[in-house]
């Protein structure tokens, strides 16, 4: 039988308790319109996207740390500069 977590869930399904795949966190950075996680909030692409769609007037959003589970369901890809060697499973 599979070993449940603490919210009584298998734990390689749970978003909390399932290990990191390797060479990641278990937490990424995004913001809500962006396209891509990062592994960290202060990532070159991330600020510089951040900045051409300020000069664009599009809104700024403030950047969330998310569990990388939920980056990826929600369709996100790796971020090309701060995770360039990353190749999801």
Do not use: N
């Amino acid at each position: 039988m599979a070993e449940r977590c603490v919210h009584e869930l298998v734990v390689e399904q749970c978003v909390d308790c399932a290990p990191a795949p390797r060479g990641l966190t278990k937490f990424v950075y995004t913001t809500a319109q962006g396209q891509v996680y990062h592994r960290v909030p202060g990532c070159k692409a991330l600020l510089e996207g951040q900045r051409y769609a300020e000069r664009l007037g599009l809104e700024i959003h403030d950047v969330r740390r998310v569990a990388l589970a939920v980056a990826r369901a929600e369709g996100r890809g790796a971020c090309s500069y701060c995770l360039w060697g990353y190749r999801p499973g």
